[in-house]
């Protein structure tokens, strides 16, 4: 989905030594008035101008992980490193996973100043390929440290990808400002220029200018981190230069490599290695839809139609140590990313789309929000809504949560002998007995189904299903658990695949 992976962030996130000290605005630069209006201003007439791609650094190409590490971020040189909260700002060179120079200014009093790029910012030698990207090179993102400068938590870097640190401080999937044609041949506008503004204690917004060739856009980023983790509320006015056949808003990407409910893929060590385990639909009407994730055998797309849904989100539900063994980068830590748009969407759908990987450094998983009006060129889309990075799920529901899945071969055997068997665990119920499964299957033959308190676990509920599969292709699997002809859990969805 991009050139520039999750671990590429990572090892750039990694490359400073920490000290006190500071930085400020290019001290001989002319400031200039700033305001989130003539920043919307600026998106709408750069797109009646033709699409100009900004030129990579050719000394770029030569700057791998070795080479940035070892040209760390000077800590003295750090902005607003005078301020003990968490706004903190230091910056990345480019690289070979990011060789187009975004553009920095810093805001102060409705004022913007630009912010040179300087090469004594990175400690290196002389022979480092760092120190050959010249001296006007500009960087190639940025990201904020915590108050005490050991650990950061939000980078904005590559194309228009931003990322953050949950509760946990551990970093995981992605987001980004906007997606096009994910699905089929896809598109990455990118930000081309930022304005930092400190906002507050622990408080600070990123304004953004994105530029491609089918539309452009203003973001503005209100940033916060507590002891939940990373908030950021959002608005943003997107202009378009030509039609698009699948407009993604406000996306997220994440990978999903196996589970215990895909064992023979795994050809790791660990028992689970995946960022996100489900997408989580919110509708409008109070519904909740939770589809697990999938490591598909060939591309696939699932849509939730809605209008105006309450949220989405891809979760990290699974937070057990012993279930990924993982001492190094913490899977069970990984935060979840959960959207509540602030500006009704009216209607269209939560689209999932998921492609096949065989390792844990690509991210094959993509959700975001599809208009159902066709998108035409010339035309301005207004957005405005939150993120959340934490561990824990957005505001509690009433129905059981799907808790595990897991998968085998039936015994059912016979003329069946490709049947297999899908168990879903649902936890948070109070009911000990009445309950009963209702399943819809598209692609394939429901052969049995039951549905029982799980011994030993006060809460919970497994349902069975047995299916027959049609051929080669998943089975498309709709199931929930009822109490007298009402639903009581969420609607679980999964591609059962043979």
Do not use: C
């Amino acid at each position: 989905m991009t050139d520039l992976t999750r671990r590429d962030m990572i090892a750039l996130s990694s490359a400073a030594m920490l000290m006190p000290g500071q930085l400020h605005a290019q001290d001989d630069a002319v400031a200039t008035a700033f305001s989130w209006k003539t920043l919307v201003a600026q998106a709408q007439a750069l797109s009646r101008k033709p699409y100009a791609q900004t030129p990579h650094n050719a000394a770029a190409a030569k700057i791998g992980y070795d080479a940035l590490h070892k040209a760390q971020f000077r800590p003295e040189r750090t902005l607003w490193n005078d301020q003990a909260d968490a706004t903190g700002v230091r910056f990345f060179p480019l690289s070979n996973t990011a060789g187009q120079p975004v553009a920095i200014n810093i805001v102060e009093n409705g004022r913007a100043t630009p912010l040179r790029y300087d090469p004594t910012m990175f400690d290196m030698t002389p022979d480092n390929p760092v120190a050959q990207l010249g001296p006007d090179a500009g960087f190639a993102g940025f990201r904020f440290m915590n108050a005490a400068r050991d650990a950061d938590w939000l980078v904005f870097m590559g194309a228009s990808y931003f990322r953050a640190a949950g509760a946990e401080k551990q970093y995981g999937l992605s987001a980004r400002a906007i997606a096009i044609d994910t699905s089929s041949k896809e598109e990455f506008p990118r930000f081309t220029t930022f304005w930092l503004e400190r906002t507050g204690t622990d408080a600070v917004t990123v304004y953004a200018l994105l530029d491609g060739e089918s539309v452009t856009g203003a973001f503005r980023f209100g940033n916060g981190i507590d002891e939940e983790g990373v908030h950021q509320n959002i608005e943003a006015a997107i202009f378009t230069r030509r039609p698009i056949a699948e407009l993604g808003l406000m996306p997220m990407t994440s990978m999903f490599w196996y589970d215990q409910a895909h064992r023979k893929l795994a050809t790791d060590w660990r028992p689970e290695i995946h960022d996100s385990d489900g997408l989580l639909v919110r509708s409008a009407t109070g519904t909740s839809h939770f589809r697990a994730l999938a490591n598909p055998k060939a591309p696939h797309t699932s849509d939730f139609p809605e209008k105006s849904p309450r949220g989405f989100g891809l979760l990290q539900r699974d937070r057990n140590f012993d279930h990924y063994q993982d001492d190094g980068v913490f899977y069970h830590r990984r935060p979840s990313l959960w959207v509540t748009p602030t500006k009704a969407l009216g209607a269209g759908k939560v689209r999932l789309y998921e492609f096949p990987t065989d390792s844990e450094y690509t991210d094959n998983v993509a959700a975001y929000w599809t208009p159902a009006k066709p998108v035409g060129g010339g035309q301005r889309i207004d957005l405005a809504y939150r993120l959340d990075w934490q561990s824990v799920e957005p505001a509690a529901q009433s129905a059981g949560k799907v808790e595990n899945v897991l998968r085998g071969f039936s015994d059912v055997g016979g003329a069946q002998p490709n049947a297999m068997r899908l168990v879903v665990d649902f936890g948070g119920l109070s009911a000990k007995t009445g309950l009963s499964v209702t399943a819809e299957l598209k692609g394939g033959t429901l052969l049995k189904k039951a549905a029982y308190p799980i011994l030993g676990r006060p809460g919970s509920w497994r349902a069975v299903l047995d299916v027959n599969p049609a051929g080669v292709d998943p089975v498309d699997v709709q199931l929930s658990l009822m109490q007298g002809g009402a639903m009581v859990t969420e609607l679980f969805h999964y591609p059962l695949l043979p």
